[in-house]
């Protein structure tokens, strides 16, 4: 289940500092390439500007904990989040 209350918290992070956050300066495309042939290309341009964000962990923290399925957050592709939820939901049931 999505936390909007988290939504709410990162966005106001963002616009906090919006000069610093390289998603708000480009096009938004680079972060929601769609699959097809230059999709590796733009996420790669979007996973390198991420790099840059102050708010890359919060940002892929949100992601994670909000099942986000498409487009980049915190430097993290799809692929990358869909492999930290089944780590953690595995460490999880190791610890209940
Ligand atoms: S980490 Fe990337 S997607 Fe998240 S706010 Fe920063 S630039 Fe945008």
Request: charged residues 30%; contains cysteine; hydrophobic residues 30%.
């Amino acid at each position: 289940m999505k936390s909007y209350a988290a939504y709410e918290t990162f966005i106001q992070m963002v616009e906090e500092h919006p000069e610093r956050v390289p998603c708000r300066e480009s096009d938004p495309d680079l972060w929601f390439a769609e699959w097809g042939e230059d999709q590796s290309i733009n996420y790669r341009y979007a996973v390198n500007q991420c790099g840059k964000c102050p708010l890359m962990r919060e940002c892929a923290d949100y992601a994670i904990r909000n099942d986000e399925v498409y487009g980049i957050w915190g430097g993290l592709t799809p692929k990358d989040r869909q492999k930290m939820r089944i780590a953690r939901e595995k460490l999880q049931q190791r610890t209940i």
